[in-house]
């Protein structure tokens, strides 16, 4: 059993990170971020799910940082596009830098509590569009890790290599329940069933033969 920090955004893919290492018997302390995404209501489902499971939870506001980014859709007033992923219009949805900087934050806390890895949910859907969910992105990062600090800490992608569907399924086989957990990138009441994020949802749980517990517009 290790201690491990799990970048906890509320989503999918995150969620079943965070219980993949709790059925590894981690000691696990899940980390939340708000960077401003308008779909910040992901991280209520990410604070429902820790104070369920009674895990120690930190949701940090780094808002600040858009006064350096801009140019994504998920922080500025700019239209979520609608469409895949494998769309080149989804690129306006990268957040620049975004889990560099995530990642560095997740690591400065891994080490003050003396963990042993960050866990978060990079997966193969994300690669088309987000340079840093790639495994080059991912190696490199770890690499630093080992040496950014006196404490070597790992940067833990359990997913890498899966996509959506796959995750999914583990999850599935977990007994989880994704009525917990938020995806669009719309943050209004009801998933809106059009942006990337939803539709790669949707497909990922009609390939499992599954309906999604959302309600969409």
């Not at 104070?51 to 506001?61: G, R």
């Not at 469409?83 to 957040?95: K, N, R």
Request: aromatic share 8%.
């Amino acid at each position: 059993m290790a201690k491990v920090v799990v970048i906890y955004s509320g989503g999918m893919d995150s969620f079943t990170v965070l219980h993949h290492a709790l059925q590894q018997g981690h000691e696990v302390y899940a980390l939340s971020f708000n960077y401003g995404q308008r779909h910040v209501r992901e991280l209520d489902s990410a604070a429902a799910v820790c104070k369920q499971a009674n895990i120690p939870h930190k949701i940090v506001d780094i808002t600040a940082i858009n006064q350096l980014l801009a140019g994504s859709s998920l922080t500025d007033d700019i239209d979520i596009p609608e469409g895949h992923y494998e769309s080149v219009s989804m690129q306006s949805t990268v957040v620049p830098n975004r889990n560099m900087i995530l990642l560095s934050l997740a690591i400065g806390y891994a080490v003050s509590i003396e963990a042993e890895a960050v866990c978060y949910g990079a997966h193969s859907g994300d690669h088309a569009i987000y340079p840093d969910c790639r495994p080059e992105f991912v190696l490199k990062m770890n690499d630093v890790s080992q040496i950014a600090n006196y404490q070597p800490v790992t940067i833990d992608v359990p997913f890498l290599q899966n996509n959506k569907a796959e995750i999914l399924a583990a999850g599935l086989a977990m007994g989880l329940d994704y009525g917990q957990t938020w995806t669009c990138y719309n943050g209004r009441e009801l998933a809106c069933g059009k942006c990337g994020a939803c539709i790669e949802r949707l497909e990922a749980f009609a390939a499992n033969n599954q309906t999604d517990p959302l309600a969409y517009e």
